[in-house]
Nanobody
């Protein structure tokens, strides 16, 4: 089993910044991609950004130029630096580990519990 723990959410004013962190733990051998998704009230969960094990990245158009995703493979940790935050960024942000392989050979897709980000004056 793989556990994901997110930290760093909170309340911030428009134009402000936050940094989210997500640490994966367990008997991890490898993780193909780690990413961030978000879900606002009444909306579907959507991809924000992801980074693969070879450092390829993918961003939602709405966050390009404002958010930066990074990953520390040695620590199985992914970060999301969010700058110039807007009220429409308000959502619960979820960390995802895609095709996480444990040392026993089990491969799975895992989610964190979510962290609230609220952008409001």
């Amino acid at each position: 089993q793989v556990q994901l723990v997110e930290t760093g959410g909170g309340l911030v004013q428009p134009g402000g910044s936050l940094r989210l962190s997500c640490a994966a733990s367990g008997r991890i051998f490898s993780i193909y991609a780690m990413g961030w998704y978000r879900q606002a009230p009444g909306k579907q969960r959507e991809l924000v950004a992801l980074v693969t094990s070879d450092s390829s990245t993918n961003y939602a158009d709405s966050v390009k130029g404002r958010f930066t995703i990074s990953r520390d493979n040695a620590k199985n940790t992914v970060y999301l630096q969010m700058n110039n935050l807007k009220p429409e960024d308000t959502a619960v942000y979820y960390c995802n580990a895609d095709r996480a392989r444990t040392r026993t050979g089990v491969i799975g897709d895992y989610w964190g519990q979510g962290t609230q980000v609220t952008v409001s004056s």
